[in-house]
């Protein structure tokens, strides 16, 4: 069982950045393809990006398309999300997953996902 910790969440400006990372324990996250949600107050829970286990395929949400980057390095056990351009509506709480997946699929629904972190606060100011 894999356990994950987000970190990097905080307040910023907007047209700001910041970068999220997702440390896993407990198992190599080798297996796994990886996802960061959001939840902002009053919403429901969104997809934001994907990466497959070994990073040759992404997937993100439009609303973040051409600002936000998702990578990983399986050595170290971490995944990242570098978002830019950061605007208010972005402000949630950032959860990371994993859904066990050694194939090139992109799952962008929070059902597929069996492991999540207890999330992270991004709040950007405008």
């Known amino acids: 069982q894999v356990q994950l910790v987000e970190s990097g969440g905080g307040l910023v400006q907007a047209g700001g950045s910041l970068r999220l990372s997702c440390v896993a324990s407990?198992?190599?996250?080798?297996?796994?393809?990886m996802g960061w949600f959001r939840q902002a107050p009053g919403k429901e829970r969104e997809f934001v990006a994907t990466?497959?286990?070994?990073?040759?395929?992404?997937h993100y949400a439009d609303s973040v398309k051409d600002r936000f980057t998702i990578s990983r390095d399986n050595a170290k056990n971490t995944v990242y999300l570098l978002m830019n351009s950061l605007k208010p509506e972005d402000t949630a709480v950032y959860y990371c997953?994993?859904?066990?997946?050694?194939?090139?699929?992109?799952?962008?629904?929070?059902?597929?996902?069996?492991?999540w972190g207890q999330g992270t606060q991004v709040t950007v100011s405008s």
């Open positions: 997953a994993a859904k066990i997946s050694l194939g090139s699929s992109l799952y962008t629904a929070y059902q597929q996902y069996g492991y």
């Open positions: 407990g198992r190599t996250i080798r297996g796994y393809a």
């Open positions: 990466i497959t286990w070994s990073g040759a395929n992404t």
